[in-house]
């Protein structure tokens, strides 16, 4: 299961060790991009980019609207490309096994 994490200091708050701490605490790792991949086949749409464990930030999009990339684009993954991990703040994708 895949599961978008924001700080509650609000969103864009994470570098990517923070993130990774943050996933952590949920009984979590930060999901890769072929987890963020399925869960996007399987409906996930998430507005807010965040960070994966290849320090791309990408986030899912099934219903392409203005604020999220553009009402005009196709559905799928957003990619803001590799990030400076210690620098650049996003929000973070965490992947678990079950959410029991």
Known sequence: VVFPYSPRLGRYNLNFQDAETACLEQDSVVASFEQLYSEWKNGMDWCNAGW????TVQYPITKPREPCGGARTSAGLRNYGRRDKSNSRYDVF????SLK
Do not use: E, H, K, Y
């Open 94 to 97: 965490c992947f678990t096994a």
């Open 52 to 55: 994966l464990n290849d320090g």
